[in-house]
């Protein structure tokens, strides 16, 4: 079993859906965790941090439920500039010493 | 804040050849970075992390002698890819630990834009 698994995609939407990703964990030790988005042949970047008690950026909202080992990304009012690969991220230690990476789920939005 | 630049960006070079990619943190002091490869549609995998002023430690499987990583100041480290081969074509992404933000509440890696490496 993958430490970090995650649907690969591709999710094709429309301009201003609402659209979620889903992520499980396998290791219930891990401490922090994390969603990055990387576009095509870049660097991945960091979106948002995630917490138990949820949390939300504009149109961005994570949710975490350490119970079931599960990560939750939900972007509404999806715009073209979202198309990415979106990549869930694990870290073991808490201490950003050991990131784990998601294979990521790749978004095509679509006018 | 947190800009991590990485040099080169791409680099094409013959089998046998040694390649040298550098790492910066241009804001802040990182006394932890890491090195990560990336094969075309799989996930960044952690070869190694590199301590200012210490060893490199090595994940499972990286050959520490043929990627070699230099630490030498808080905002430098290097990775060099001794006798290159095309298997080793990829593409290799740094980044440096910033610690504790209140933005993140936690220790955040910020990644360089990467360097592709292709190894004829």
């Known amino acids: 079993r993958k430490e970090v698994e995650q649907d690969p995609g591709p999710f094709n939407v429309p301009e201003g859906a609402t659209v979620a990703f889903n992520c499980t964990y396998s290791?219930?030790?891990?401490?922090?965790f994390f969603w990055y988005r990387q576009d095509c042949r870049k660097e991945p970047k960091l979106l948002m941090s995630?917490?138990?008690s949820g949390n939300e950026d504009g149109r961005f909202t994570a949710q975490l439920n350490r119970a079931s080992q599960y990560i939750s990304l939900l972007i509404r009012d999806s715009k073209l500039s979202d198309s990415a690969t979106y990549l869930c991220?694990?870290?073991?230690?808490?201490?950003?010493?050991?990131?784990?990476f998601g294979t990521g789920t790749q978004l095509k939005v679509e006018l | 804040g947190a800009v991590v630049s990485q040099h080169p960006s791409w680099v094409i070079c013959k089998s046998g050849t040694s390649v040298k990619i550098e790492c910066r943190s241009l804001?802040?002091?990182?006394?932890?970075m890491f090195w990560y490869r990336q094969f075309p549609k799989q996930s960044l995998m952690l070869m190694a992390t590199?301590?200012?002023?210490?060893?490199?430690?090595?994940e499972q499987g990286v050959e520490k002698d043929k990627f070699l990583i230099n630490h030498a100041s808080l905002t430098l480290s290097t990775l060099t890819v001794t006798s290159a081969h095309p298997e080793d074509s990829s593409f290799y992404i740094c980044?440096?630990?910033?610690?504790?933000?209140?933005?993140?509440?936690?220790?955040?890696?910020?990644f360089g834009p990467g360097t592709r490496l292709t190894v004829l």
């Open positions: 991220v694990v870290d073991l230690t808490g201490g950003g010493n050991k990131l784990t």
């Open positions: 995630v917490y138990s």
């Open positions: 980044s440096a630990r910033q610690p504790f933000s209140r933005r993140d509440s936690t220790d955040t890696q910020y």
């Open positions: 290791n219930s030790a891990s401490q922090s």
């Open positions: 804001d802040f002091q990182a006394t932890t």
């Open positions: 590199s301590n200012e002023g210490s060893k490199a430690t090595y």
